[in-house]
């Protein structure tokens, strides 16, 4: 069982830039494929970014797409979402999921989430 905890949310003028990391811990980081969700306000959670096992593959949202980066670093088990040009509609809470089966843009499909870390984007 993989334990998950967000980091680097805060607020920021649109057009800026935030990096988000999740630091996993508890089960073995190699064998899940990490995504990024976020949620804002009054509306359903939202899928906006994956890696794969090994961080040789990415894709995402179309409402990102351009702008965020996933990673991650398999030696320091934390996958990262680097986000610039940011804009008001990317004000939301930010979660990382990991799963170890079939990838889904479902939020319903997956076990392990982390609390979410809040980005504010100011216009």
């Known amino acids: 069982q993989v334990q998950l905890v967000e980091s680097g949310g805060g607020s920021v003028q649109a057009g800026g830039s935030l990096r988000l990391s999740c630091a996993a811990s508890?089960?073995?980081?190699?064998?899940?494929?990490m995504v990024w969700f976020r949620q804002a306000p009054g509306k359903e959670r939202e899928f906006v970014a994956f890696?794969?096992?090994?961080?040789?593959?990415?894709y995402y949202g179309d409402s990102v797409k351009g702008r965020f980066t996933a990673a991650r670093d398999n030696t320091k088990n934390a996958v990262y979402l680097q986000m610039n040009n940011l804009d008001a509609d990317d004000t939301a809470i930010y979660f990382c999921?990991?799963?170890?089966?079939?990838?889904?843009?479902?939020?319903?499909?997956?076990?392990?989430w982390g609390k979410g870390a809040q980005v504010t984007v100011s216009s």
């Open positions: 508890g089960g073995t980081f190699s064998h899940y494929y």
């Open positions: 999921a990991a799963d170890a089966g079939l990838f889904s843009h479902r939020a319903d499909d997956y076990q392990y």
């Open positions: 890696v794969n096992r090994s961080g040789g593959s990415t």
